[in-house]
C-alpha cells in the first residue's frame, strides 16, 4: 500500500485513547509505544525511535494510555501510571483494535514499551500471543509485569542504560523468568532516560534493526 498517516480515536477497555498512525508504502509490520510514567504520544524521546523505525519500513503507532482527564489527575496524584493492571488492560484492547483497522489488519504487531510501558507490553504480548511479534522494552519495568513473563511468546529485546544501575538488576532478574526467546542490551554511559549524546540515536537503531529482523 502507499503511505497513510492519520490522527486516531482507539476504542479500548471501554474508554477512547488518542493517537497518531503512521504507514510508510509497503510496510509488513507496526510498532506500538507504549509510553510510561507519565508520558504520552507527544514524548519527543519515542516520536524520534518512531521516526527511524518508519524509515525502516514499518509502521507506528504513538497513543496515549490514559484519557486526557486520567492524564490531568495523574500529573498531580500519579494514581494511574503504576496501574500496571489498567495499562496492560487498555494495550490489550489496543492490539485488538489495530487487528480490525482496515489500514493495519495485515500487519504484524510489534510492542514498544517504555519505564512502566514495558510491563504493559509483556502483558499484552502474554494475552494476546497469536497477534504480538516481537516487545522492545525501553528502560523498562519489566519486573512489574512478573505474573505474566512466563507466559510471553513474542521475542523479547530488553535495552537498559549502562548507567542505570537498579534498573539493570530488575531486567535481569524477569530476563530469567522469560520462557521466550530474549535479549538484553546495555547501551554504556547512558542513564535511565538516554539523554546523553547519541545515547537514544543508539536505542533507535538498535530498535529498528532489531523489530525489521523479527517482522520486517
Given amino acids: 500500500m502507499t503511505g497513510h498517516e492519520e490522527e486516531v480515536l482507539i476504542g479500548a477497555a471501554g474508554v477512547t485513547l488518542a493517537g497518531h498512525l503512521t504507514i510508510p508504502p509497503q510496510a509488513r509490520g507496526i510498532v506500538v509505544f507504549a509510553h510510561g510514567s507519565g508520558s504520552s504520544r507527544f514524548s519527543t524521546r519515542n516520536r524520534y525511535v518512531a521516526e527511524v523505525i518508519d524509515q525502516g519500513g514499518l509502521a507506528t503507532l504513538l497513543f496515549d494510555l ?33 487487528r480490525a483497522h482496515p489500514h493495519t489488519a495485515a500487519l504484524k504487531i510489534a510492542l514498544f514499551g517504555a519505564s512502566t510501558g514495558a510491563a504493559a507490553a509483556l502483558i499484552a504480548a502474554a494475552e494476546r500471543p497469536d497477534a504480538v511479534a516481537a516487545v522492545v522494552s525501553r528502560g523498562g519495568r519489566p519486573d512489574l509485569a512478573r505474573d505474566h513473563l512466563a507466559r510471553v511468546e513474542a521475542p523479547t ?55 525489521v529482523q523479527q517482522i520486517g
Fill in 157 to 211: 529485546l530488553l535495552i537498559i542504560g549502562g548507567l542505570d544501575g537498579p534498573v539493570i538488576a530488575m531486567n535481569r532478574e524477569a530476563a530469567a523468568q522469560l520462557r521466550c526467546e530474549r535479549r538484553i542490551e546495555i547501551i554504556p554511559g547512558a542513564t535511565h532516560l538516554f539523554g546523553e549524546p547519541g545515547k537514544l540515536e543508539a536505542v533507535a537503531t538498535l530498535t529498528r534493526d532489531w523489530l
Fill in 66 to 98: 490514559l484519557t486526557e482527564d486520567e492524564g490531568a489527575v495523574d500529573e498531580i496524584t500519579r494514581a494511574y501510571r503504576f496501574d500496571i493492571p489498567l495499562l496492560g488492560e487498555r494495550l490489550v484492547g489496543t492490539v485488538d483494535w489495530l
